[in-house]
């Protein structure tokens, strides 16, 4: 008897444990999704997960298996707790095991616009293709079979008198896979990208982000057996296949407009005009870097994206912009030493912003290695200079580089020009 009771009592202790450790679990959690949603942090900016609360068993598994720690168990149900963190690779998806989450695009408070594509991966207007990203898949294994599966469709149609059977545009995921089917199928093709790099969005995810999380199937090459892979070995592992295939792609060529013909469609670009039976827009939903529109902004100093902080060691750099990319640009850069940098920033205050972001940036000021300045925009370049408008009177800085970071612009006006229709998805698949 005496055994039992202390039996009984060793289980009553170790129960009482448990539902501590796991009501302060769910504070902490229910904690960060507040002040998640209190700095709007909470809207994910792309494909993100939504759990069905009568399905979910609270068994932590998609917590697990989330890199980004966008998710959290708040009163035994797992919730999005830190929307902007996530990236829609999808592996919590795969890890719940009782089907509780849903991939989806917009919310109910923001929507965004998806397409219409059909299963063949053909839009409303015929011979214009859309794969990946911008058609609603951010998966990179997905994305990749899309476009594999798209160039599949398109090499059974009719090709007419075009110079080329298929225009690929965008050399991310969908795109790089596009590639590789058309050059297995002995297509005529060409495949641009606006930027000087492959990888598409994955190109501009944070250092060591995990970005693929299963095995994928790519022309030429088989199945690539990978388990979780970070950026950067992604993106080292495309660069190798795209040598070892032989594959060309045309950068630093941007998709400027498309006309439809009797042959198919004439593509205006940043380089010419291509004329095409077919076109496959494989672009992610990044868009086109939003430009500052402003006297020297076509020198070569200025860039839209942050790529090595020690490539301007000991310069005086401007970075542009209010959001997380900007502030992590302005840090890394205040790092290195010997360089000065100040950032411009047109609002008042810093809003939707990461606190650690914010805390850095505030660290670097106080540390007298970065100046802020808030309501400024940039009113022109110039090559050893730059100079900011303000409430007062315009400020001119000494400068050697300006790095945009505000955003970009989704061709949306560009494509329904075209003839696309588009549905805006709040919160649905």
């Not at 297995?184 to 492959?198: M, N």
């Not at 086109?288 to 000991?314: C, F, I, N, S």
């Not at 606190?355 to 850095?360: K, M, P, S, V, Y």
Request: net charge positive; aromatic share 4%.
């Amino acid at each position: 008897m005496e055994a039992a009771v202390l039996y009984a009592l060793v289980a009553l202790a170790a129960l009482a444990v448990h539902l501590t450790l796991r009501r302060r679990r769910d504070r902490r959690n229910d904690e960060a999704r507040r002040e998640s949603e209190r700095q709007g942090l909470n809207e994910p900016a792309s494909l993100h997960p939504v759990v069905d609360p009568g399905r979910c068993i609270g068994s932590g598994a998609c917590v697990h298996a989330c890199p980004e720690q966008a998710l959290g168990i708040v009163g035994g149900k797992a919730v999005l707790i830190n929307g902007s963190a996530c990236i829609g690779h999808g592996a919590c998806e795969a890890a719940c095991p009782v089907k509780a989450i849903q991939l989806v695009f917009g919310t109910e408070k923001r929507g965004i616009d998806i397409p219409d594509v059909a299963p063949n991966f053909e839009s409303n207007v015929p011979g214009l293709f859309i794969a990946g990203e911008l058609g609603g898949m951010g998966l990179v294994r997905k994305a990749a079979e899309q476009g594999r599966q798209a160039i599949d469709h398109i090499r059974r149609r009719p090709r007419g008198r075009a110079d080329l059977d298929v225009l690929i545009v965008g050399a991310g995921p969908a795109g790089l896979s596009a590639g590789l089917a058309a050059l297995e199928h002995k297509l005529r093709f060409r495949l641009i990208e606006q930027e000087d790099s492959l990888g598409g969005a994955v190109y501009h995810y944070p250092r060591q982000k995990i970005t693929m999380t299963s095995p994928v199937t790519l022309a030429l090459v088989g199945k690539v057996k990978v388990g979780e892979i970070a950026k950067e070995a992604l993106l080292a592992l495309w660069n190798d296949i795209v040598r070892r295939t032989g594959l060309q792609i045309s950068f630093r060529e941007r998709m400027e407009s498309i006309e439809r013909t009797e042959e198919g469609f004439v593509v205006h670009t940043s380089q010419g005009r291509h004329h095409a039976a077919s076109v496959l827009l494989a672009i992610g939903r990044r868009g086109t870097p939003r430009k500052l529109e402003v006297p020297g902004e076509e020198t070569a100093k200025v860039t839209y994206r942050l790529v090595d902080p020690e490539q301007y060691r000991g310069q005086r750099v401007l970075v542009v912009g209010g959001g997380d990319s900007a502030l992590e640009a302005a840090v890394a850069l205040a790092a290195e030493p010997g360089t000065h940098v100040t950032l411009s920033y047109r609002g008042d205050a810093f809003s939707r912003v990461k606190e650690q972001n914010r805390h850095a940036l505030e660290r670097a000021v106080s540390d007298g290695r970065l100046e802020v300045r808030m309501g400024t925009q940039v009113g022109r370049i110039d090559d050893d200079r730059v100079t900011l408008k303000g409430p007062g009177e315009p400020e001119t800085l000494e400068n050697d580089a300006v790095i945009v970071c505000a955003g970009g612009v989704l061709p949306t006006a560009l494509l329904q020009k075209a003839g696309i229709r588009f549905a805006t998805k709040y919160g649905t698949a």
